[in-house]
């Protein structure tokens, strides 16, 4: 059990990296072409990412993660025969978008240069589809190493890319060129280093034991598309195509900090969960350590991402999209539910809960639309990203005892993974916002006005100080409640630390 704890932690380790790499060569690029592409160019790229998504989805079809939650390993021909159904359905998909182009520039104000736009963009999904395999295969050996530098350097190839082609005046191609060269890059390196080829062969065998799960897994994630996407679709459709640019700023902002960790939870655990589909007793142990250990990183991090949605944002951008903080903030909190909903999915998945993974996304499509039909008919996109982030709060209420139940555990002791570190995350937050209103008090601004927004050094104190004040409270609390958490963190991290400089 040592071997595969040790796995584990190194395998959480390289997710991590991965992440944090990929978020920051990201940030930076996005930082650049935010400050030079305008609101509309930034909402054209967003309205082709909502069929950008939904043809992902529909390319993978769930069986690469039926793969991943099996028990046993799968032999070569399972893998051939997912790799080349991938291919067949992402060339048949990308052919039907091809010739429906105009009929997407129509829905969005009639774009007519969403036309060619969509037929290069497209190719995105059909050249990511040839690397789900190999991905797949290196996540359910718990090797993740080339997965997190393949996305390193292809972030950093395209977004030489983008920036060039944005500072030569090209607008939005720019970011269709950044989107078709990232996909390039990391499925050229994952082909040149994963050692695996598929073979000339497709076994219907293979399709029918994993369809049942993957048409789940399939299922779930089609209705969690489209509860990531309605919005994008809605404000670009019945508002504008600017305010669909605004909206996206704000959503792949507050998305680096919860995607990255539902993403790292999900590469580390459930290959590490499906281990214990025979052993209940170990099952809930480790969904103990998961629902804990994300719990410990989720609730400080993305409070503290909407505490400082604005010093952020005028740092960055300085007042250009300032339309886009509050949105920031209410994505920021609302992600804290988002990742807690995609944990508990993540345990259903795997122990094959399939009825009950179904039935979680469709609870939860369902409130999305509700929240939606409420409050869009008063053209307020701030009581729209509202209504989400409630609709959301709901949902994870109702999954919470549904997903007990599909895994044998009490609802109390899920919830109770969450108490320790909410308690300690409500006090960094007050303590927060007490040191960032007690320094614009001081600096005789307290209202955060119009001319301390475009003020690189003052909202880079205010950063400084409210980052400063939440730590140290959050972890003067948990040592004070004695979490386990928190000192097994610093010895991993310190640990390797000190035998890597004595080595």
């Not at 595969?4 to 932690?9: D, E, I």
């Not at 028990?71 to 159904?85: G, I, Q």
């Not at 977004?159 to 944005?166: D, F, H, M, S």
Request: proline share 3%; net charge positive.
């Amino acid at each position: 059990m040592s071997e595969l704890k040790l796995k584990t932690a190194r395998t959480l380790k390289w997710n991590t990296i991965d992440r944090v790499a990929t978020q920051v060569l990201y940030a930076v690029v996005g930082i650049v072409l935010a400050n030079i592409l305008t609101h509309e160019e930034f909402g054209l790229v967003g309205a082709l990412a909502i069929f950008q998504a939904f043809a992902t989805i529909f390319v993978d079809s769930g069986f690469g993660a039926a793969l991943l939650r099996e028990a046993k390993e799968p032999s070569d021909r399972d893998y051939s025969t997912v790799f080349w159904f991938n291919v067949a359905v992402s060339l048949a998909i990308y052919l039907i978008l091809f010739i429906c182009a105009p009929v997407i520039a129509r829905l969005f104000d009639n774009q007519r240069e969403l036309i060619p736009m969509s037929k290069v963009m497209f190719l995105t999904f059909v050249i990511n589809g040839l690397a789900i395999v190999q991905t797949n295969r290196l996540m359910k050996r718990m090797d993740v190493r080339m997965i997190a530098v393949s996305n390193s350097v292809a972030l950093i190839v395209s977004g030489v890319v983008g920036v060039v082609l944005a500072l030569a005046g090209a607008g939005a191609w720019a970011m269709v060129w950044y989107a078709v060269s990232q996909a390039a890059v990391k499925t050229a390196i994952l082909w040149a280093t994963g050692g695996w080829w598929p073979r000339l062969c497709f076994s219907f065998a293979t399709i029918r034991r994993i369809h049942r799960v993957g048409m789940s897994v399939f299922l779930s994630a089609l209705l969690n598309t489209i509860s990531l996407n309605i919005y994008n679709f809605v404000i670009g459709v019945w508002y504008s195509v600017a305010s669909l640019g605004v909206y996206t700023q704000a959503d792949k902002w507050s998305k680096m900090g919860s995607a990255s960790i539902s993403q790292i939870l999900t590469s580390t655990f459930v290959p590490l969960l499906s281990k214990f589909q025979k052993s209940l007793q170990d099952f809930h142990r480790y969904v103990d350590r998961a629902g804990r250990f994300t719990s410990f990183i989720l609730l400080p991090s993305m409070t503290l991402l909407a505490i400082l949605a604005a010093p952020i944002f005028h740092l960055l951008f300085g007042d250009k999209w300032d339309a886009a903080i509050p949105l920031f903030s209410m994505l920021a909190l609302r992600g804290i539910f988002v990742v807690l909903i995609s944990l508990y999915s993540n345990y259903l998945l795997s122990l094959g809960r399939a009825k009950k993974l179904f039935l979680s996304e469709a609870v939860k499509d369902g409130l999305i639309l509700f929240a939606i039909v409420l409050t869009v008919g008063y053209g307020d996109i701030d009581l729209l990203v509202l209504g989400q982030t409630a609709a959301s709060v709901i949902t994870w209420l109702i999954l919470l005892p549904v997903t007990a139940r599909g895994i044998g555990m009490r609802p109390l002791r899920l919830l109770w993974h969450l108490f320790p570190f909410l308690a300690a995350t409500i006090f960094a937050a007050l303590a927060a916002i007490g040191a960032g209103n007690l320094l614009l008090y001081g600096l005789g601004h307290p209202d955060m006005s119009v001319e301390i927004a475009p003020r690189i050094g003052w909202n880079l104190m205010l950063i400084i100080t409210q980052t400063a004040a939440f730590a140290a409270v959050y972890i003067i609390v948990l040592r004070s409640l004695r979490v386990a958490e928190l000192p097994e963190s610093a010895g991993y991290l310190f640990g390797r630390f000190r035998r890597r400089r004595n080595s």
